[in-house]
């Protein structure tokens, strides 16, 4: 993952549910808290769900311009062409070519990947850590519910009574001199634990108490609250995060205060009852997260603000309104789950460029594989580790010995990137090893009909520089995958044979530019000072590459 992958997956991608929540409780302001509760639950739940959906769904790539443009600068700065190592072009359809060399130059990924290894190392740390420590509020919190005493019978009656009156669940009551103020813990059975100091409050002050607890019981608070700290653990960077789980807890609140007032409770006195309970409670010890609590500071205000404001009498969401909530979060859920950074070239204006002179860019390809990952190049290698390594002994001993030592280095190299494929090209090679031989192995393969084994067969041909494959190398010219007359054209450029440059004179007009890059260099070369003026006409070619490479056959600087 890279550093703006990994940025993506736990800054942006949250902040866009989070924003969307924001918006939709905002405009829910007017109704009850029950459906705004709907509203955050939604969003914690999709950011959980951001993970999976991101395996699942198919990748919907942003351009990352900053780092095109400071590639293709680069490339810009460059007095030639490169490619990576006895590659012979790259295969993305946009890049810029590298600097060619002997002895190439190798860009550092190590330093960024490092950095992105050690960020991930220790957002992963933390958020185990604090899933361990939720997950221990969790078991403290069921140890004290089982060491807590059956309630009085006088209260569990009277909770029996407000359950059916309001059509509740019906919940154990239990007390326990570790609760500071009434709380329901448990995820799966919700018990209501009770302070000692209530047990000699009237039924008057009980009842709303109760009802209230109930309330949470019913709604299942418990397991939608765990599942707000989970996400605030996991996304443990991101205060968006935290600030949503908060307002998950506030609403359900708020709704079963609601229910409380709605049952026919006087809001002035129910306000007054929650500072008692908040009283009572001061100093004394706490579940905290793991469970609900009547009376958490950090909302009480706003709670006593909204029943003193009557904020309680809220009209309910319509039908159209959910349809039209829920098509919202999905809308939003599964475009930032699919969100994913790529790295795109956009067209870089320098002087004397076609863009400066009016002329439209070089766009991206649209035919056939242009559009299909570089991994949609790769050749299923069908041969174990063991009988490999006999073929490349077999082979540097063979007759085509001095080739095959020229494939060891290849062999062993280190890919960089994605479109870095010259060790699985080299292994493929050898795997084609027949009696010690490779080149004509390789020359029965420029005739099969995949163009994958075609291409690989070229760029080997072209390390080889054998004279025999130049017939049979021109016809895939024409081919229409482009990806093959690369890698031909290539393996043409590498031979300087001169049968080729009738082909290779046409191929300056190519629509892929990494064709037309490779026609610049052999024209130079093969064709003397009569081709001067076809390669003249490549300065004002749409890509920077073949510009740069016209430039430099032509000895301008």
């Known amino acids: ?98 600097e060619p060399s002997a002895a190439p130059t190798r860009i550092d990924h190590d330093g960024p990947h490092r950095v992105v290894e050690a960020a991930f190392l220790l957002w992963a740390v933390v958020a185990c850590l604090l899933l361990a420590r939720r997950i221990g ?34 919940a154990e009551l239990r007390v326990s001199d570790l609760v500071a103020s009434p709380v329901v813990v448990g995820l799966v059975r919700p018990i209501v634990l009770l302070p000692n100091a209530t047990m000699t409050w009237a039924d008057a002050d009980l009842e709303p108490m109760l009802a209230h607890e109930l309330g ?75 469970a609900t609590a009547m009376s958490r500071a950090r909302e009480l205000e706003s709670r006593l603000v909204a029943l003193l404001d009557g904020q309680q009498a809220a009209r309910p969401v319509s039908r159209g309104m959910a349809v039209t909530l829920v098509a919202l979060g999905v809308a939003v859920t599964l475009p930032a789950a699919a969100l994913t950074v790529s790295a795109a070239e956009p067209p870089v204006v320098t002087a004397g460029s ?40 077999a ?83 024409r081919s229409p995958v482009w990806r093959l007359r690369a890698m031909a054209a290539f393996a043409l450029r590498t031979s300087s044979d001169p049968r080729a440059l009738d082909a290779m004179r046409a191929a300056l007009t190519d629509p892929a530019w990494q064709v037309r890059v490779e026609a610049v260099e052999y024209v130079a070369v093969v064709g003397g000072a009569g081709e001067r003026d076809l390669i003249r006409a490549r300065l004002d070619d749409r890509h920077v590459a073949v510009r740069l490479a016209a430039e430099s056959a032509l000895g301008i600087h």
């Not at 919190?141 to 309001?166: F, N, Q, T, W």
Request: with cysteine.
């Open 1 to 98: 993952m890279t550093t703006l992958g990994l940025l993506s997956a736990l800054l942006l991608k949250p902040a866009a549910l989070v924003a969307v929540a924001l918006g939709t409780a905002a405009i829910m302001r007017r109704t009850g808290a029950g459906p705004r509760h709907t509203v955050w639950l939604a969003a914690i739940g999709g950011m959980l769900a951001l993970p999976l959906l991101a395996a699942a769904l198919p990748d919907l790539r942003v351009p990352r311009l900053d780092d095109g443009l400071r590639r293709v600068s680069a490339a810009a700065k460059k007095p030639g062409v490169a490619r990576e190592p006895l590659s012979g072009r790259p295969s993305d359809s946009l890049a810029p070519p590298a």
């Open 137 to 170: 509020a969790e078991l403290h919190a069921h140890r004290i519910a089982r060491s807590a005493r059956p309630a009085p019978e006088r209260l569990s009656h009277l909770g029996a009574r407000i359950a059916r009156a309001s059509d509740l669940t019906a």
């Open 216 to 290: 949470h019981v019913g709604r299942r608070d418990c397991l939608a609250n765990f599942c707000a700290d989970v996400a605030a653990s996991v996304y443990w960077c991101n205060p968006l995060v935290r600030l949503a789980a908060n307002r998950l807890r506030l609403e359900a609140e708020r709704a079963c205060d609601e229910r409380v007032v709605r049952s026919g409770a006087n809001p002035r006195a129910y306000a007054e009852l929650l500072l008692r309970v908040a009283r009572t409670g001061k100093g004394a010890p706490s579940l905290t997260c793991a």
């Open 354 to 393: 076609p863009t400066q002179q009016g002329m439209a860019p070089e766009p991206p390809g649209r035919l056939g594989d242009s559009l299909a990952s570089p991994s949609s190049e790769r050749v299923p290698l069908r041969i174990d580790a063991d009988e490999l390594d006999r073929r490349v002994a």
């Open 395 to 477: 082979a540097s001993s063979g007759v085509d010995s001095i080739f095959a030592r020229s494939l060891l280095g290849a062999l062993r190299h280190t890919p960089t990137h994605e479109a870095d494929l010259v060790r699985e090209r080299a292994r493929w090679v050898f795997s084609r090893t027949t009696n010690g031989r490779l080149i004509e192995p390789l020359l029965e393969s420029l005739g099969e009909s995949d163009w994958r084994v075609q291409a690989y067969a070229a760029w080997a041909l072209g390390v080889a520089g054998d004279a025999r494959a130049i017939p049979p190398l021109v016809p895939l010219l």
